[in-house]
């Protein structure tokens, strides 16, 4: 018996996550890259959305980003095959007033000149049950990159695939906000990034699925 499967399910995530942080996170994608290769989800960008949430004092803004595309690959029984990747055009970020836009995608801030677009690679995924999963990747924004592990959640549609997941992140360590006329303004440093990403299964695929339901 592997030592992992002897393990309280949580205790195992819990190992394994630490592993890959540690040091195996570069084993673990060699190995997805070696797994054969899933058919891409198609994504369903009408129904799907990547927003920020952060707060200034009490008040707390929300911003969608406008425009994003991405490659999904999944299948829970065969995660070290399983690859995501999404880029993000910085500059479609939209709080809904054109103040506060033409402030969050300035040289302080967003820099969407220098940086047009963020990314969201995936090194490798790890089940925690009952249908949810860490994702273990790389996120790029404004020139910088960071290791991030992203929980999502994941459901099986007649038609293709449902992921929600919650993304907290620090801004300052992606030199977001860093200029001298930030603090004033009382940003806090935490950000949230919340997605919601809506795949259809290929064609063929998502025939046979309709049947077998």
Same mark, same amino acid.
């Given at each position: 018996?592997?030592? +992992? *499967?002897?393990?309280?399910?949580?205790?195992?995530?819990?190992?394994?996550?630490?592993?890959?942080?540690?040091?195996?996170?570069?084993?673990?994608?060699?190995?997805?890259?070696?797994?054969?290769?899933?058919?891409? =989800?198609? +994504?369903? +960008?009408?129904?799907?959305? &990547?927003?920020?949430?952060?707060?200034?004092? /009490?008040?707390?803004?929300?911003? !969608?980003?406008?425009?994003?595309? @991405?490659?999904?690959?999944?299948? #829970?029984?065969?995660?070290?095959?399983?690859?995501?990747?999404?880029?993000?055009? !910085?500059?479609?970020?939209?709080?809904?007033?054109?103040?506060? $836009?033409?402030?969050?995608?300035?040289?302080?801030?967003? $820099? %969407?000149?220098?940086?047009?677009?963020?990314?969201?690679?995936?090194?490798?995924? %790890?089940?925690?049950?009952?249908?949810?999963?860490? %994702?273990? @990747?790389?996120?790029?924004?404004?020139? /910088?990159?960071? $290791? !991030?592990? +992203?929980?999502? *959640?994941?459901?099986?549609?007649?038609?293709?695939?449902?992921?929600?997941? !919650?993304? #907290?992140?620090?801004?300052?360590?992606?030199?977001?906000?860093?200029?001298?006329?930030? =603090? #004033?303004?009382? &940003?806090?440093?935490?950000?949230?990034?919340?997605?919601? &990403? %809506?795949?259809?299964? #290929?064609?063929?695929?998502?025939?046979? =699925? *309709?049947?077998?339901?």
């Amino acid at each position: 018996m592997h030592l +992992l *499967s002897a393990l309280p399910r949580h205790l195992a995530r819990f190992l394994l996550i630490s592993s890959l942080l540690a040091g195996g996170w570069a084993h673990a994608t060699s190995g997805a890259q070696a797994a054969p290769g899933l058919d891409t =989800e198609a +994504l369903d +960008l009408a129904k799907s959305s &990547i927003r920020a949430t952060f707060s200034r004092g /009490k008040p707390r803004f929300t911003g !969608v980003f406008r425009h994003f595309s @991405g490659d999904v690959r999944f299948d #829970p029984s065969r995660l070290g095959a399983a690859h995501a990747t999404f880029t993000i055009e !910085v500059a479609s970020f939209d709080l809904g007033q054109t103040a506060l $836009n033409q402030a969050a995608r300035s040289r302080d801030w967003l $820099n %969407v000149e220098q940086f047009p677009d963020a990314t969201f690679v995936s090194d490798a995924i %790890v089940s925690a049950g009952g249908g949810k999963y860490s %994702v273990l @990747g790389k996120l790029t924004l404004r020139g /910088k990159t960071r $290791n !991030v592990v +992203l929980p999502i *959640s994941y459901t099986q549609t007649a038609t293709g695939s449902l992921f929600d997941g !919650v993304l #907290p992140i620090r801004r300052l360590q992606f030199g977001v906000g860093q200029g001298a006329d930030t =603090e #004033p303004l009382g &940003i806090a440093d935490g950000v949230t990034i919340r997605f919601h &990403i %809506v795949t259809r299964l #290929p064609a063929g695929d998502a025939d046979h =699925e *309709s049947e077998t339901h």
